[in-house]
């Protein structure tokens, strides 16, 4: 399961470089941004992606274990966007055991306690 999971951030990492490194060959985000929030569509969109950013941000800030980390994160998140989001997860990823993926869900702190008590008691 851990490898189809990574393989699902690899591809929307890949998409997303694709589209935006197409769009920026044909206008720069900054250039198309007045065009883009001048439509009440581009607005809504726009909104919608930043509010999903942030829930997104929210998630990885609580499961950092440093505030370095945490600010890290949060512009990397609100310039590059679903780009970030599938680096974190990725990096999460490969981090943790095969048979633990699910264990990118839980807070980084958790899982050194957890490791640490799992280690005194061996």
Do not use: H
Not at 7 to 14: H, Q
Not at 21 to 34: H, I, K, N, Q, Y
């Amino acid at each position: 399961m851990k490898r189809l999971v990574q393989l699902f951030f690899a591809i929307i990492l890949i998409a997303m470089l694709a589209i935006t490194t197409r769009a920026s060959f044909d206008r720069s985000v900054l250039e198309a941004g007045p065009e883009i929030w001048a439509d009440p569509w581009g607005k809504a969109t726009l909104i919608d992606t930043y509010s999903a950013f942030l829930v997104c941000f929210l998630w990885m800030a609580w499961r950092e274990r440093s505030w370095a980390m945490r600010l890290l994160w949060l512009p990397l998140v609100l310039g590059l966007g679903s780009i970030a989001i599938a680096i974190y997860f990725l990096i999460a990823l490969a981090q943790v055991g095969d048979g633990r993926w699910t264990d990118i869900f839980r807070r980084k702190a958790d899982l050194d306690a957890e490791r640490n008590a799992t280690a005194e008691t061996a």
